[in-house]
């Protein structure tokens, strides 16, 4: 490699994919330069220390369980802040720290939370998924599958062979597949074109490849509990591999190179040839309880629950492996769920259900963590409704203004 | 197309990026100028400097961080450390070089930092890019490559041959004697191309 080579190598790098880290930047630079003359002011980081919020240092890594006061994360933070700060717990979700809107798939029906912390109520429908640019959801109930705008107008429904348990938008939007009782079934984006790609597969959610061009491939679990990677318009195999326990969760990078596939106790990473990358069980005792890829790059997140104790932690998944340890976003006591990832990648949302808990943790620690407590109330369609623990849907771009994190 | 008359406020740009017209007027301003109208209080020479400087520097913070987050941080804090700075700033020296010294230097810091705190941890993330997504795989290969050299030797390697700078320069620039700089460069160098020859693209 000569280095003019080199040279034209290194100046074809560009990291701003979609221009909001210069449209970010700028805004940080516009405000502490020209604040404007009502609110000139000597400009501040903003304290993202709300009422509830309190600095965690991890200085090494993990926070030691011992000398915490048990119980929910929300009295540690109060004893941990001591008297000095206000020890309200924050009873609603306000804002989210990330910015975007959060899809909630609640007992009663699916909401959507905006960055302000509205909250949109989509109807009667057992949950829903974003379509790719967060333009429309996929929701569903019984045998019927709905297309609906983020308002919950139905832009289209279609009623499904057998009761529908999940569905995923392909990145493209040109898809839709959804598992109707046992088999998986693909729809077009327009509700047309409705096909069974097998008759029987497992119930764990389907898997779209991203940027596969103009092919559709999906990653599902047949029957057998291996994962196959097909072609949803032609139904052809691509590959097919077996996998050490049984698989609970499969996510594609956002480059559509790297699958990990998630069981119990385990994480598996392949390559988009369906070739081993690496793979290795989790710590004794320790169960995986949610994943999650930022939306751009390598990284994983990782929600660990052993002995009732949960763990937050991102995993890079490159050519090499999977890095591990993984490094300790944050650690409690009391068990975490499934994580998402904020527009922009920079926040981390993990929920606790035993404590009816939501927490948010920057992706980087040090963490400041912000806790908000009585989830399930706040996603209640009725009073009187059920009262499951509300699940995390996705956390996508806000309305008209891509990124945000 | 701009007559002599033409008032010397310059032109907002639009977010979308600047048309033709607007680029021709705003390359029709020196960075010098554009400096001293900063230095004024115009807004919009502040938001051309910006323009014209942020994808270089975003860039030279990624290629040392490798990190898309920590450089963006990195470039942001670098750009509003030398538009304070501007009432120090010597008008005759040219703006680049001197705000990518300060991204590179701060980069340099960021890694060294995140280094520490790795090794307090008990070993964590290595120091790999984040994927590229659309880049096509001899850019991610260059990427990885990168990764195994210490940030010293990214940052000579990207103030040489992104940057454009000379070893004299690179050795103002952080501080360390001219022949640091060449020996981090050839080291780098051969670290890079030993790399590159081992890691062919799939």
Redesign the interface.
């Known amino acids: 490699m000569t280095e003019n080579d080199l040279r034209q190598r290194l100046l074809a790098v560009d990291p701003d994919i979609s221009r909001e880290a210069e449209r970010r930047a700028w805004q940080a630079v516009r405000r502490v330069c020209h604040p404007g003359p009502a609110r000139r002011r000597r400009v501040r980081r903003r304290a993202a220390v709300p009422a509830l919020a309190c600095v965690v240092l991890l200085t090494g890594g993990v926070l030691a369980a011992a000398g915490r006061p048990r119980g929910s994360l929300t009295r540690w933070l109060r004893a941990a802040i001591g008297e000095a700060a206000p020890p309200r717990a924050r009873p609603t979700l306000g804002g989210l720290p990330g910015g975007g809107r959060l899809l909630v798939n609640a007992a009663g029906g699916p909401w959507i939370v905006g960055a302000a912390g509205r909250r949109t109520y989509l109807g009667a429908y057992t949950a829903a998924a974003w379509s790719p640019h967060a333009l429309y959801l996929i929701a569903w109930r019984g045998t019927d599958l709905a297309a609906l705008a983020p308002r919950g107008a139905v832009q289209w429904t279609v009623a499904a062979d057998g009761p529908v348990s999940v569905a995923r938008w392909s990145p493209d939007g040109y898809r839709i597949a959804y598992l109707a009782g046992h088999a998986l079934w693909v729809i077009a984006g327009d509700g047309t074109g409705d096909h069974r790609l097998r008759a029987v597969v497992a119930p764990v959610a389907p898997a779209w490849q991203p940027r596969t061009g103009l092919r559709h491939r999906i990653a599902f679990v047949d029957a057998r509990g291996a994962v196959e990677l097909a072609d949803a318009d032609t139904g052809a195999r691509l590959w097919r591999i077996r996998v050490s326990g049984w698989p609970r969760q499969l996510i594609w990078s956002p480059g559509g190179t790297r699958l990990v596939v998630v069981s119990r106790n385990r994480l598996s990473l392949y390559d988009a040839d369906g070739r081993l990358l690496a793979a290795g069980p989790v710590a004794r005792g320790e169960h995986v309880t949610g994943a999650a890829f930022a939306h751009v790059g390598l990284r994983l997140a990782v929600a660990f629950t052993r002995e009732g104790q949960g763990s937050l932690g991102v995993l890079a998944a490159t050519r090499a492996g999977l890095s591990h340890p993984p490094q300790v976003v944050f650690s409690i006591r009391q068990p975490l769920s499934s994580v998402s990832w904020s527009p922009g990648d920079r926040w981390l949302l993990t929920a606790s259900p035993p404590a009816d808990e939501w927490i948010f943790a920057p992706a980087t620690p040090p963490a400041k963590l912000l806790a908000v407590g009585r989830i399930s109330a706040q996603f209640r369609a009725r009073p009187t409704g059920p009262d499951r623990f509300p699940g995390l849907g996705g956390w996508q771009v806000g309305a008209g203004r891509p990124g945000g994190g | 197309m701009h007559g002599t008359d033409r008032s010397p406020s310059l032109g907002r740009i639009p977010?979308d990026g600047p048309t033709r017209e607007e680029e021709v007027t705003d390359r029709a301003h020196s960075d010098a100028a554009l400096v001293r109208a900063a230095r004024e209080?115009s807004?919009a020479a502040?938001?051309s400097l910006?323009?014209r400087h942020?994808?270089a520097a975003?860039?030279a913070a990624?290629?040392v961080c490798l990190d898309?987050?920590?450089?963006?941080d990195v470039?942001?804090e670098a750009?509003?450390a030398a538009?304070r700075s501007l009432d120090r700033f010597d008008r005759r020296r040219p703006f680049g070089p001197w705000l990518h010294r300060i991204v590179v230097n701060r980069a340099i810091d960021w890694t060294r930092r995140r280094t520490a705190?790795?090794e307090?941890?008990?070993?964590?993330?290595?120091d790999?890019p984040?994927?590229?997504?659309?880049?096509?795989e001899?850019?991610e290969d260059?990427?990885?490559a990168l990764s195994e050299l210490a940030p010293d030797h990214r940052a000579v390697?990207?103030m040489r041959?992104?940057h454009d700078l000379s070893p004299g320069e690179i050795a103002r620039a952080l501080d360390v004697p001219r022949g640091t700089v060449n020996s981090r460069l050839r080291r780098g160098?051969d670290k890079?191309?030993e790399q590159?020859e081992r890691?062919p693209s799939?």
Do not use: K, N
């Not at chain 2, 898309?68 to 963006?72: V, W």
């Not at chain 2, 984040?130 to 096509?136: A, K, V």
């Open positions: 977010f209080g807004e502040l938001e910006f323009r942020w994808r975003h860039r990624y290629l898309a987050a920590a450089a963006e470039a942001q750009f509003l538009v705190r790795r307090v941890c008990g070993g964590a993330l290595p790999v984040d994927d590229p997504g659309p880049l096509p001899e850019t260059l990427l990885l390697i990207v041959y992104v160098l890079l191309s590159l890691e799939r």
